[in-house]
């Protein structure tokens, strides 16, 4: 009996709770101590839930159960409790109750430690120094980002070179990083080259894009090349920007402009503005693709947006302002306001210099009911022309063909080429492409192409608003072939969607 007195006792004294019994305490004190604390988490006391998770943690005065312990811990961690939340970052760190989770255990500690857990602050630093790299991680985050200390890059660093020689990729990358960004190149490019051995894909950047500029390191436009290729390839947006610098100016890669305007697309559709600005640029020039005005317009529209509008207007009030593609805006902005005949004007002064999206605005306006010399049969006979190599004139022909618009309704031919220009490319077909099959219209309602088709508009940068919400709803209920995915349905929602064509005509 005496011995089990003694087991209560010191078990009640080294509980966090502050009403935890003495080790002079009776049995029935420290029964009558422990029961009040389990009262009072019952409650709902913060303090006392936190006590209570730590008995089931440890094994203190009931069974050990670590998933008693977080669901303890996450009732006080929900009323701010910081000591409750940094030992919910326990039970993700060790696996405990819960999946391990490295991320997720960091966030809590942090979270912890700015609340002003300074106990588990120092515990990290302690275990830092034994070789932890999670809290050598931990802890140069606190440093970098001033949590729960003031911030100072030079404490982060001892703790960010401890992580990165214990072969931390993530701290490889940071320190790398940190030492560029303090103008360090030379000291950054091992790091460098260490993470991209390691596979991250950031470093495999960096590390080839030193090679190419010899920052750092000594030039070697070639192999920081294959660096490049090896990011972009990964998947690396930035990375597919560079690479189409490299075969497009001959950098480490035999010059290829088709080969730069593939990887500027792929780029462009990540949102990676500078790659968007040179892919308008080749669409206008027809550099490594054929003269598109439409495709030009639509990523000069996407660069200005997203900075370059001073540039576009220096462009087009100064170096080509007198150019075909300055009337084909001039056109497409009176087209919106629907003053056609002004449209119309501007639209033949494209078809002049011979570039087909003239043509595709001007029987696009011959086929329009609300223009004065409205003349659909000759307007559907030139779109037919132009659809044999155009994906705009493919696009609005399947519209009119499923509407019965100057030619007899034929729901299989409007399908065909819609398919045809989704096929080319062509956002907007591949959109509305997907749609048909996501309504069964025209075709069997088929979710895998809804899928396929909604996903290749994404990967261009060039999903509609309604096309994103369908695409998202797939997400959410797991069609087409889909795991459902709540966290993706919701960045798909998130974009902008949103045509910025309309806000750059206004430059014009």
């Not at 080429?417 to 096929?423: F, S, V």
Request: hydrophobic residues 40%; contains cysteine; charged residues 25%.
């Amino acid at each position: 009996m005496r011995n089990l007195i003694i087991k209560i006792s010191l078990a009640a004294a080294i509980s966090l709770s502050p009403v935890a019994a003495t080790a002079q305490q009776t049995l029935q004190e420290a029964t009558d101590s422990i029961k009040n604390v389990l009262a009072q988490a019952k409650k709902g006391d913060a303090t006392a839930q936190n006590e209570v998770g730590g008995w089931y943690y440890r094994g203190r005065h009931v069974k050990q159960n670590y998933k008693e312990a977080l669901e303890w811990w996450t009732k006080s961690a929900k009323q701010g409790n910081i000591k409750a939340i940094g030992n919910l970052g326990l039970c993700y760190r060790t696996g405990h109750g819960v999946d391990a989770d490295s991320t997720k255990a960091s966030q809590l500690f942090l979270r912890s430690i700015k609340g002003g857990n300074k106990a588990l602050f120092n515990q990290n630093v302690e275990q830092a120094e034994k070789g932890s790299v999670f809290s050598n991680m931990l802890i140069a985050e606190c440093f970098s980002s001033g949590i729960g200390v003031k911030k100072d890059m030079a404490k982060a660093m001892p703790y960010l070179t401890r992580a990165a020689k214990k072969n931390s990729v993530e701290a490889q990358r940071e320190l790398a990083l940190t030492l560029l960004n303090s103008k360090k190149a030379m000291e950054a490019a091992p790091w460098f080259k260490k993470g991209s051995e390691n596979g991250d894909a950031t470093c495999t950047f960096y590390y080839g894009k030193m090679l190419v500029e010899g920052k750092g390191v000594k030039q070697d436009k070639k192999g920081g090349a294959n660096y490049l290729l090896k990011a972009a390839e990964a998947g690396f947006p930035q990375a597919m920007f560079y690479v189409g610098n490299c075969y497009m100016n001959g950098d480490g890669l035999t010059r290829n402009a088709e080969q730069a305007v593939k990887w500027y697309k792929l780029a462009a559709g990540k949102g990676v503005h500078q790659a968007q600005w040179d892919l308008a640029q080749c669409y206008r020039e027809g550099n490594g693709t054929p003269v598109n005005y439409d495709q030009a317009l639509y990523w000069y529209a996407e660069a200005a947006a997203k900075g370059h509008d001073r540039a576009f207007k220096e462009l087009i009030t100064d170096s080509i302002a007198d150019s075909p593609f300055v009337a084909y805006m001039k056109g497409m902005k009176a087209y919106l306001a629907k003053d056609y005949d002004a449209a119309l004007k501007e639209f033949k002064t494209v078809e002049k210099a011979k570039v087909t999206d003239g043509d595709v605005m001007v029987a696009a306006i011959m086929a329009n009911p609300g223009y004065s010399k409205y003349n659909l049969k000759k307007g559907v006979k030139q779109l037919e022309e132009a659809a044999k190599t155009n994906a705009q004139a493919k696009y609005l022909l399947a519209g009119l063909y499923e509407a019965g618009k100057g030619v007899e309704k034929d729901m299989p031919v409007a399908v065909e080429l819609m398919t045809g220009a989704a096929e080319m490319g062509y956002g907007a077909a591949e959109c509305a492409l997907a749609d048909m099959y996501f309504e069964g219209r025209g075709v069997e309602q088929d979710y895998e192409k809804v899928v396929e088709w909604y996903a290749k508009a994404d990967n261009q940068g060039q999903l509609t608003e309604n096309a994103a919400k369908r695409y998202a709803s797939c997400y959410e209920d797991g069609k087409g072939g889909l795991e459902v995915d709540k966290a993706k349905a919701e960045s798909i929602l998130k974009a902008n969607h949103k045509s910025r064509i309309a806000e750059v005509l206004k430059l014009v």
